[in-house]
């Protein structure tokens, strides 16, 4: 067998999409005929450990993905769901119509959006150092004292700003998911990201995933402008992402 | 004859955006067992071995090492 079936996603079936559909009952699964050469098992076990494929392919994946969300509620699936032949598919439907359906009405008119709260540690530190009322008083002391002091000075300086930095950290994240939960959307927290993924510097200290109607989204994305030019100049940056299709709510 | 005019290119972004998908499409979404060729597990294993990759690349480019020559 030279082909496998690729399934992106499930949606309630509706006569308006023009999408390759494999049907079942009130149900149809998005797919994709790919070849077995790359995605058999043994195959795909290779080519996942491929960055530029893997990259490729999940970038195609989620592709598929946003334009079938443009038209209709999804339940997307993980990456590499492969079936071997239309009748596990349709078996797979049928077996799992229940949960799918319930799943789909929750998901109606909400879309994932994704918020995280990176920092850029020398940055805070220094905003800390300029505009910290806790740090002032050493600046002051520091310019009326002799070199020896003003050492001294310096390293109580660096210990006092370290603890400012603390709490300027946990005050903002704490501000943030306020803010966010504000909007009564669901949220999702997801384990912060490895700093090394997002770039020079910076550390990201709060990852959600938030299941938000049009309303709730507006409400979240009018409070993230608003705290955005503030949180830069402390060298923090709220980066809302989306909308996804709904990965992160999706548990069957 | 006029030209379009040419956006600044940010590398730092079109990164973030593969990290994001990579993040949402390999280790969520529905996972369904059954008739499949490769078992989910899998992938989200292969996934934190995807980071660490990426992680790695991304030290490289830091550090400004240079690359590894084979021993003469």
Known sequence: MSELLYIYGIIRLSPALELPLIKEGELAAIFEKVPAVEFAEEALAANIKNMDWIGQKAVHHQRVLEDAALHTTLVPLKFGSIFKTEETVKSMLKEKQGAFLKLLDQLNGREEWGLKLNYDSKKLVQWVDEHSDDIAPFHQEMSQSSAGTAFLLRKKKEEAIKKVVKQELNDCRKRVYNGITAAQAELKKNPELDGKLLGAGLANILNLAILATKDQREQIAAFVEGISAEMRQKGMQLELTGPWPPYNFVEL | ?72
């Open chain 2, 1 to 72: 004859m006029s030209h379009p005019e040419l956006d600044e290119y940010d590398p730092e972004e079109e990164k973030m955006l593969l990290s994001d998908v990579l993040d949402r499409v390999l280790s969520t979404g529905v996972t369904i067992t059954g008739d499949l060729t490769i078992g989910i597990a899998d992938v989200s294993l292969i996934y934190c071995g995807i980071r660490v990759l990426l992680t790695t690349v991304d030290k490289l480019k830091e550090q400004n090492t240079p690359p590894l020559t084979p021993e003469e």
